[in-house]
């Protein structure tokens, strides 16, 4: 059963989607295998290891992030790298955009060490079964796909190189997914002081996150924050997963504190 914020994601990804993506969509959302893993993910990520949400609702956000720019970049006729290689349509590169969201960080129901790496021992079958249902006809495509899919999940923490479109957008939409109710239950549950606290403090002021048309560039992504420590999620998490995607050419980034000037990154 979803919860409250899930379905209200949800709801926000099915606007984005034409009838034949919604189908796929409602299939990510209850498969059992799946919310298994992110339910896991979460206990392992937030009780065990006291780091912030890497569950259903920022894989939802990270869908949904990744869905908002893959259509911006579409709107401002930048093809996706499936479709420059001609080998999938816009819509194959939103399904698999999906699907590498939904999957990217089930690597963290085993630890955080490494999560992109054993995340794909743990995907590669869930990504192969839902291939077989939806392009059971079409094996090339379903090749071509798990082949960008599991680039994204390898690729979404900025320490392997990726080369195409679609891992960069993955690896940008992770990193837009900061704003403070990620780090609101880790808070709750931890109030001791210990090293790597100024990530938790920090994404706790973090307001606002906004993905929108750019003024020049395709993409115009907002940060809005209450309290100047929010700088530290922007310049050492969002700026350098942008530094290392493919799309950073194409976005436009701004952030401040919400009643001050703000401040042009790129």
């Known amino acids: 059963m979803s919860s409250p914020k899930e379905l209200i994601l949800e709801k926000k990804i099915e606007k984005l989607l034409d009838p034949s993506e919604k189908i796929i969509a409602h299939f990510l959302f209850h498969d059992q295998q799946i919310n298994c893993l992110h339910d896991y993910a979460n206990i392992v990520s937030i009780k065990r290891l006291g780091y912030n949400d890497h569950g259903p609702v920022h894989m939802r956000k990270v869908v949904l992030n990744a869905l908002v720019m893959a259509n911006l970049l579409h709107r401002a006729e930048i093809q996706l790298s499936l479709e420059k290689d001609e080998v999938c349509t816009f819509h194959d590169c939103r399904i698999g955009l999906m ?9 963290m ?39 960008v899919i599991i680039e994204c999940i390898i690729g979404h923490m900025a320490d392997f190189s990726i080369n195409s ?20 239950i880790p808070m709750l549950l931890n109030t001791e002081s210990k090293v790597g606290d100024i990530h938790k403090y920090s994404a706790a002021a973090i307001e606002k996150v906004l993905i929108e048309p750019g ?16 700088f530290f999620q922007v310049e050492e998490v969002l700026l350098k997963k942008i530094d290392s ?3 950073k050419n194409y976005i436009e980034l701004y952030a401040g504190v919400i009643g001050r000037e703000i401040k042009c990154y790129l």
């Open 99 to 107: 699907i590498a969201g939904f999957l990217h960080d089930v690597g």
């Open 109 to 147: 129901s085993i630890g955080r060490e490494n999560h992109q790496l054993t995340g794909i021992v743990l995907a590669a079958p869930i990504i192969q079964r839902i291939l077989e249902k939806f392009y059971g006809d079409d094996l090339y495509k379903q090749v071509v796909l798990k082949s």
């Open 165 to 184: 479109m679609e891992a960069g957008i993955i690896l940008v939409a992770d990193g837009c997914d900061m704003e403070k109710g990620r780090a609101r």
């Open 215 to 230: 003024d020049s560039l395709p993409i115009k992504i907002t940060v809005r924050m209450t309290a100047s420590v929010g």
């Open 245 to 247: 995607s493919p799309i």
